[in-house]
């Protein structure tokens, strides 16, 4: 090999080697930085009970079909577990109110009744009432409901959150829509 013929020389000691461009250096951790903090995920403290992610707030107007034609089989018990299992849905910082509609249309539970209610206890409060409740003999006005639901939802409050008509009914044929044509529904 061809080292043989080179002199062994010692090896040079330097200096202890200084930063030269410490400012440089300083930017470029800077931009690393950022760069990693710009495709990290956030993070936000929460207490446990809070859900990661909270939906906005809702108003819903929950109509429950008490006209004859729900007296067939277990209709009206089905459409009170189905009610139960909607308000159970509801987080608290929904609002609900629940209507009973056959010939004529009957708040059961009012959106003051229901925010004046313990948060815990609001459900409760609306299965108690409607379990005093059924069928009765009446034909369905469903026009006349959902123009009710729809007036409820139009006030001051209710036009910064979102709006919700749930309909509980068998849908029988012959309910009354005719009142639907005429009416103006609201914007939004």
Known sequence: SSLMFLRPSPPRLSERSRLEN??????????????????????????PEQPAYAAPARRVVLLIDQSASMQRGNLGSAARDRAHAVLSE??????????????????????????????????????S?????????????????LMRAADLLTDEESLTTRREVVLISDLQEGSRLEGL????????
């Open 129 to 145: 009432r409607l379990a005093g409740t059924g069928p009765g003999w009446g034909s369905t006005h469903l026009d006349l409901a």
């Open 181 to 188: 044509q005429a009416y103006a529904w609201p914007e939004g």
């Open 22 to 47: 410490l400012l440089l250096l300083l930017l470029r951790g800077l931009v690393v930085l950022l760069l990693a903090l710009g495709f990290a995920r956030p993070f936000l403290a929460r207490s």
């Open 90 to 127: 509801l987080s608290p910082a929904d609002q609900a109110a629940v209507l009973l509609f056959a010939r004529d249309v009957r708040p059961l539970v009012s959106f003051t009744d229901w925010s004046a209610a313990p948060t815990g206890d609001r459900v409760g409060l609306a299965a």
